[in-house]
Each structure stands twice: as structure tokens, then as C-alpha cells.
């Protein structure tokens, strides 16, 4: 079972709706989380960190369930520049440091005019 | 403060040859990531290290790859008889990482590796 997973897409969105979509990991270990997008194959940027209290950030509203362990992204009225790659990422601190940044294999959304 | 720079940008190699990436974090950060991305595919886990130290390398193979992280200059990816499988795009990312953690890693543009 991978680490972390998530369903490729694409998720074709008009402009202007609402899109959602899930990343589950399978460490419970796990102590941050964050979405990164990826244009094109360029080099990955954080979107937003995850809290465990859930956090929004403009059109961009992100969950956190421990007990399911899943996170997941909102996004509201979608504009044309969001389409992307949305990357759910997931950390956890081994015994004296922190551990590696795993990636999941992203999540395509392709929002059209 | 300039971000995370990796260089070269694009790299052509014969096969047989060898290939180095480097990278140099952001000011102030002190643990460095490499991931590779194949095409149509994810970022894969390639090796994780702070000065002087490889803290994780579970997802560097094991023959033909090594990476450092010396004291003084940046962070050296290096592959030795690069074959056509190598080709994809590598990807360094720096942390600042603090003792409380849980801080976001930050990315350089890549270093798009061709094997010919």
C-alpha cells in the first residue's frame, strides 16, 4: 500500500464551481500535512499547510480527519488558473529529527471556460 | 534571499557518463530533499540529509547513486553510468527545520536530466 495516495483525475470543473477531492495516508505517525501544486511539470509550491483544526485560505479550504486519516482541498469558485496538479504531502517526525516529505502522486483539475 | 537553486537547469548525457546536480537550499536552511519525477509519473523520495549527513536514503537505488551534503557548498547529486532509465527530472527542496519541526520545504526549478 503506498504511503500516500490519491485519485489522479482529471477532475474537469467549470469555472466558477466548487471542486473537492481526498488524499489518505496510511503512517498514523504522520505530524504535518500540506498541499503543494504542480503546473506543468515545474517545480512543486506549497498551496496551504494543513491544521488539524482545518484552515481556509481564500477560495482554498483544507480538512484534516486523524481518525480516517485523510485530508482533503476545497476549492471555490474555480478559476482557469487553477488548473494544476494538487499534491498531498505528509510528514512525520522519526525519534531525533524529522522524516522525508512524501508525495502523493497529485491530483489533476482541469477547470474549463 | 534567493530561493532554492539548483543548476544545471538541463543535462545531457551520453550513456556511460556521469551526471552531478547540485543544489543550494535557501539561506538558513539546513536539511535538503532530492526527488526524482520520471514522466507522467509522481515525485519519488530519493535521499534525505542535513550538513555532513545522509539522514534518509531509502529511496536512492542502490548502485550508481550517492549524494552529499559537505560543511561548506552545495548539496551533489551525482550518477554514475547514467543509463536511459535515469532520464527524468530531479527536484531539490531545503527546510529550515527546528527543533519543534513542522515546518514546509521549499523547491528549486529542477535539473532536467536527458540521457541519450
Known amino acids: 500500500r503506498k504511503e500516500v495516495e490519491q485519485d489522479p483525475g482529471p477532475f474537469n470543473v467549470p469555472e466558477g464551481a466548487t471542486v473537492a477531492f481526498n488524499c489518505t495516508y496510511s503512517n498514523s505517525a504522520s505530524q504535518s500535512f500540506f498541499w503543494y501544486r504542480q503546473d506543468c511539470r515545474k517545480e512543486p509550491k506549497l498551496l496551504m499547510s494543513v491544521y488539524s483544526s482545518g484552515n481556509e485560505d481564500g477560495r482554498f479550504t483544507a480538512q484534516l480527519n486523524r481518525a480516517s486519516q485523510y485530508i482533503s482541498l476545497l476549492i471555490r469558485d474555480s478559476k482557469l488558473s487553477d488548473s494544476a496538479t494538487y499534491l498531498c504531502v505528509v510528514n512525520m517526525k522519526a525519534t531525533d529529527s524529522w522524516g522525508k516529505f512524501q508525495f502523493g502522486a497529485g491530483t489533476q483539475v482541469v477547470v474549463t471556460p | ?116
Open chain 2, 1 to 116: 534571499n534567493a530561493g532554492v537553486m539548483q543548476n544545471p537547469r538541463h543535462l545531457v548525457r551520453r550513456r556511460g557518463q556521469e551526471a552531478r546536480l547540485r543544489c543550494s537550499p535557501m539561506k538558513g536552511h539546513s536539511h535538503v530533499y532530492w526527488y526524482r519525477q520520471l514522466p507522467e509519473e509522481g515525485l519519488k523520495f530519493m535521499v534525505y540529509l542535513q550538513k555532513e549527513n545522509i539522514i534518509d536514503e531509502s529511496g536512492m537505488p542502490k548502485e550508481r547513486f550517492s549524494a552529499e551534503f559537505p560543511k561548506e557548498g552545495p548539496s551533489i547529486l551525482r550518477i554514475q553510468q547514467v543509463v536511459r532509465g535515469d532520464s527524468a527530472a530531479y527536484f531539490c527542496a531545503s527546510s529550515p527545520r527546528t527543533g519543534d519541526g513542522g515546518t514546509e520545504a521549499f523547491f528549486g526549478q529542477g535539473t532536467r536530466l536527458t540521457v541519450v
